[in-house]
């Protein structure tokens, strides 16, 4: 499909059907994870849909989605990299096998959950989409329809908050990781 082209639903789904697989396969090479690399195209499809009046410049469709996969599939990598380490520091993986490391790391854990709780409702729904959805604020702000400033603010003011909370757990915490 070369030339500029009109995207409308009939290009779309031939567009669908002629580089779904393609693109999963080229999806995985990067995530090693089939549903997320089915996830990153279909993701990339609705989108293709959702700006197809902004597309009206794209002259190489199969490189437009090559790229777009590509590019997405990498977000999804560091996303997935990203989860992986604030959900070893969240469920006690720090500690060793003792006992009292153990305790400690659950108490740490738990207290973790309890000033997310507390958090004021918008800086804690910034927080956990950023935190536990690996969400960025761009992506965060276009969820929640508020300006990525206002994302910032708010996960300024939730990290301040937090570390206020947190603070009595700070040494515990460095101790754990020197340790380690």
């Known amino acids: ?23 999963s396969r080229y999806s995985f090479s990067i995530v090693k994870n089939q549903d997320e ?5 279909q993701k990339l499809f609705i989108k293709l849909w959702e700006k197809r009046a902004e597309l009206t410049d794209v002259k ?8 777009a996969t590509y590019n997405s599939s990498l977000n999804v990598l560091d996303h997935l990299k990203r989860k992986g380490v604030h959900t070893q520091l969240t469920t006690g993986i720090v500690a060793n096998n003792s ?24 800086c804690g729904e910034v927080f956990k989409l950023s935190r536990e959805e690996q969400l960025s604020y761009k992506e965060i702000s276009e969820k929640l329809n508020i300006s990525v400033k206002t994302v910032e603010n708010h996960m300024g003011k939730a990290l301040k908050l937090m570390r206020r909370a947190l603070s009595a757990y700070l040494h515990i915490l460095i101790t ?4 380690k």
Do not use: C, H, W
């Not at 190489?60 to 790229?67: F, I, P, T």
């Open 37 to 41: 690399a089915e996830d990153v195209v």
């Open 99 to 122: 006992a009292s490391d153990q305790l400690i790391s659950k108490e740490l854990e738990d207290e973790i959950l309890v000033s997310i709780q507390e958090l004021p409702q918008k």
């Open 60 to 67: 190489n469709m199969k490189s437009y989605l090559y790229r």
């Open 1 to 23: 499909m070369k030339g500029v082209i009109k995207i409308d639903s009939k290009t779309i789904e031939v567009l669908f059907r002629e580089y779904y697989e393609e693109l």
């Open 176 to 179: 754990i990781l020197l340790l």
